[in-house]
T-cell receptor, first 110, second 112 residues
Framework: RKEVEQDPGPFNVPEGATVAFNCTYS??????FFWYRQDCRKEPKLLMS???SGNEDGRFTAQLNRASQYISLLIRDSKLSDSATYLC???????????FGAGTTVTVRA | DTAVSQTPKYLVTQMGNDKSIKCEQN?????MYWYKQDSKKFLKIMFS???????INETVPNRFSPKSPDKAHLNLHINSLELGDSAVYFC???????????FGPGTRLTVL
């Protein structure tokens, strides 16, 4: 089983729509969680950290469910510039490394 | 101004050759990493160095050898290149092992 699994998509949504997707992780000792964004042929960049209580950053909302070992990302009022691959990233306290999901591709169309 | 830089950006070479990729960060971070992103887009960690000391060494063929001359540099040397080594290699750095990682622009390696 992969350490971090994501629905690859693609999610094709119109501008202004809401899109949400999840990621599951297998290491119950994981202690930190992140969403990174990767544009085509570019490097990944941190979008937001995910806190236990859930957190919001503008149009982006992240949730963590430790019992079911999943993380979610919701994008409200999608913009064309939100088109990218979103990588779910988990840090394990037992192996001290970041594990990346393969990414969920989101395409926002005009 | 570039935080994490890598050279070269593109590398096309023949099987069996030896090549190096260089990475430098000017963020003052203590920890640096090498990742490999294959055609399926999975980013997999290869190595991690903290203050010039190797702390993570994933199951990577010993043809791959990282070298950290100082904490701002982490180079990757690859011997006897194989077709399967074709991928994008990203260097990254972070203040400590749990903090946000900053990635370089990547080196696209193609082995013919």
């Amino acid at each position: 089983r992969k350490e971090v699994e994501q629905d690859p998509g693609p999610f094709n949504v119109p501008e202004g729509a809401t899109v949400a997707f999840n990621c599951t992780y297998s290491n119950s000792a994981s202690q930190s969680f992140f969403w990174y964004r990767q544009d085509c042929r570019k490097e990944p960049k941190l979008l937001m950290s995910v806190y236990s209580s859930g957190n919001e950053d503008g149009r982006f909302t992240a949730q963590l469910n430790r019992a079911s070992q999943y993380i979610s990302l919701l994008i409200r009022d999608s913009k064309l510039s939100d088109s990218a691959t979103y990588l779910c990233v988990v840090f394990g306290s037992n192996d001290y490394k970041l594990s990346f999901g393969a990414g969920t591709t989101v395409t926002v169309r005009a | 101004d570039t935080a994490v830089s890598q050279t070269p950006k593109y590398l096309v070479t023949q099987m069996g050759n030896d090549k190096s990729i260089k990475c430098e960060q000017n963020l003052g971070h203590d920890t640096m990493y090498w990742y490999k992103q294959d055609s399926k887009k999975f980013l997999k960690i290869m190595f991690s160095y903290n203050n010039k000391e190797l702390i993570i060494n994933e199951t990577v063929p010993n043809r791959f050898s990282p070298k950290s001359p100082d904490k701002a540099h982490l180079n990757l040397h690859i011997n006897s290149l194989e077709l399967g080594d074709s991928a994008v290699y990203f260097c990254a750095s972070s203040q400590d092992g749990t903090a946000e990682q900053f990635f370089g622009p990547g080196t696209r390696l193609t082995v013919l």
